[in-house]
């Protein structure tokens, strides 16, 4: 009963209770964004690493994937080698190149290309057609779109430029034998694949290969075929989704110490809205608490009626909040991702239920800590004093 | 002209050499580098490029320098070493292969006309200007930048609805007060603007202890960042102009709240002021 009158009393100063509200769902949907925002691109980009299955990379020795223009130079053998590592399910060799779409006597941009084994590949997914075979290559959706072409076409591709005689060199032409979606690309970014041999043909590199994608057997621990790797073949180095993730976390360092800062404000500002709020209207109904201790209230329940109404402010703003907090998320993410350069697929705000719910709880405790200050300040005051200063 | 590309070596001291018929190549090294291996000038290193084949090479460590402090490489924030081109290139795979060229035109030419020659006589080039260049490759701060300008405007939206809430709070505290005022003839209008006056007076000091918090909290950020990343770079700036806006807001948002809690007020009758 006590407890239900003190939560009432929220109802009848409305207004003050509807801007406290608002208040601290705005507090909460910034906790719950930066929340969001901390781990959002790495666990993103983790779910996009392993998206097609192959969960592991392998790389020239001490590089990130594409990360520089190193090669593994023995492609072939190293494939073969990695293969044999217990655990091993496919390797999927991928050469990076570049390549100019030639067009009657204009050349344009370079285009990021891709040597993929057909059989193995994890950079795309068709969505029209069939996978490249040798003189053929799959365009990107965006490419397809913005050139007007479709299977079957023709395309006109140069791997060099001749700077001094002004046009393009080594020529060749590739029929186009499918549209792909490219799960690594940026928003309309024009990307081309086909097979290993042509790349390496293309560029000059036979037998370089720019990484492996490795798929791992059923039930068989990421991190051990990394090590069985890195043993069975050390002039490489091989990479978890794990350990891919945390360098993708050293580079976002700053948004993941943003996103710290700007949480704990968020957390400061719920703290003294809540604290304001429970503190006047506890001050308001001194007389009100006396008079209950008078008539034989124990000091306890009046202390949990007042920590409850902490508890209640908090808990409704952030059921107000977390929807609020999901729609700010949509609209920054939206910033976020024109960054150059960043996958489209790839969100900087993830839904992690046992995060979100850590940051909600964080914001509810932090409402009935908020309630015990003042509620304990009038329990411990002066019963005389106080129903005396309630008469005047 | 020195090539600077950031790429992975592989290191391996050797004591200075005495006496060479030939002297080896140079090399200057990042600080940092220079600091962890570490090196001093007049030490020699094996240089090997990952993209390259063949044996390292010796080279002699020329100086030691600082890297501009540049926000563009701050993320990847690799150490870098310093060749003379030729050596470089004959470390690369591909002889003779240049990434970019800076120009310096003479006096009163223009970047744009002299961008578009460069383009046309060197086919496949793409030739900027300073500026175009900064605009290029300042995409990735623009963006950062539109964040943090979404992130202020929910700060600005928490910090009205928090000066409201405090301002309501106080004028219903003092309900009776300012109906016994009404009572005794105040007229309205006072009393709406000692409510305001009061309003502002907290959005003000507010935001002048604000103001103070920004100065240390940026002090802080930029140590923590400067020891995080090893760089000069300031990541947060308090500048007169910044600190001019933060008080016109706060001081908007004052008015806007006294102006609101006031209303409540002045808008009720004086002889129901004192009711609860």
Known sequence: MIVSAFLKSLFRRRGRTLLALAGIAVSAALLLDMTMLASGLTVSFGE????????????PKGIL???SEAAIDDGAGVARRIAAVGGVRAVAPVLGAQFRIVRGDSTGAPVFTVGIDPRAEFLYRLERGRQPGPGEVVVSIPLARDLGVRPGDELALAGELDVTLGRARATRRFRVSGVGDFLYDYAGEHSLAMTLADAQAATGRSAGVSLFGVATDEGVDDETVVRRIAAAVPEVSAWSTRELMGEMDKRLLYFKQLATILGSVAMVVTALLVSTIITIGVRERFGEIATLRAIGVSGRRVLLAVVVEGLSLAGLGCVIGLPLGLWMAGRLDRILLSFPGIPARISFFAWEPRRVALAMGLVIAIGAAAGCIPGLGAVRARLAQALREEAE | ??????????????????????????VLVDRRLA??????????????TLAGRGEPRPFVVAGVFEREADPNRISRNEIEVRFH????QALLPQPDRVDRFALVLER?????SAARWVEGVAFGTRAFGSAELADQTSATFRVVSRFHDAIGIVTILASAIFLLCVMII???ERRRDMGVLRLIGVSRGTVFRAIVLEAVAIAVAGSAAGAGLGLVAARIVNAHYAGVYDTTLRFALVTPRIVLIAALLGLALGVGAGALAAWRVVAVPPQKLGER
């Open chain 1, 48 to 59: 996009l690493l392993g998206a097609s299955g192959y969960t592991l990379r392998v790389t």
């Open chain 2, 108 to 112: 009163g030419a223009r970047a744009d």
């Open chain 1, 65 to 67: 994937p594409f990360d």
């Open chain 2, 1 to 26: 002209m020195t090539g600077a590309l950031a790429l992975a070596l592989a290191l391996a001291q050797q004591p200075a050499a005495a006496a060479r018929p030939e002297p080896l190549p140079q």
């Open chain 2, 170 to 172: 106080r004028v219903d």
């Open chain 2, 35 to 48: 600091e962890s291996v570490p090196l001093r000038p007049g030490d020699t290193v094996r240089v090997r």
């Open chain 2, 85 to 88: 081109l030729p050596d470089l």
